[in-house]
């Protein structure tokens, strides 16, 4: 239970100070993303679509700690759900999903460089920043 509240914390504070380095804000265009083991350039991609009301998931946490896990799970295997085309997308690149941040209505790729520009313009797909390692 402590690292769920640990993962929402950081979150948390991602979305508070998102000016700050290592956050993706409307306006992170530049920067140089963080590499995957295999080379490829890593990339948050907020999806379109608004961030889910999160009260049931507090309503959870405070009144029926032990079901918070399993509605996290749901609900980060639900971000893709319906997103087929870029789905197929990043296997058509041999890019991969490494992280889902339900919360914030977005996700962590990795993707060949040469990939980054087609990936801007697939349905579903918002804004792009790159994933950079924090200091």
């Known amino acids: 239970m402590p690292l769920i509240r640990v993962a929402a914390a950081a979150l948390l504070g991602c979305v508070l100070l998102a000016g700050m380095p290592g956050c993706p804000s409307d306006d992170d265009a530049g920067g140089k993303p963080t590499l995957g083991a295999d080379g490829r350039e890593r990339w948050v991609v907020t999806?379109?679509?608004?961030?889910p009301d999160l009260a049931e998931y507090r309503a959870l946490v405070r009144d029926n700690p032990k079901a918070a896990a399993p509605y996290?799970?749901?609900?980060?295997?639900?971000?893709?759900?319906?997103?087929?085309?870029?789905?197929?997308?990043l296997t058509s690149v041999d890019g991969r999903v490494v992280e889902r941040w339900w919360m914030s209505n977005a996700i962590t790729v990795e993707v060949p460089a040469g990939a980054v520009?087609?990936?801007?313009?697939?349905?579903?797909?918002k804004r792009l920043a790159p994933d950079v390692t924090l200091e």
Do not use: C, I, Y
């Open 72 to 89: 996290v799970a749901k609900m980060r295997d639900n971000l893709m759900s319906g997103r087929t085309e870029l789905e197929g997308f």
């Open 47 to 51: 999806l379109e679509g608004e961030p």
């Open 117 to 125: 520009e087609s990936l801007k313009k697939q349905a579903g797909v």
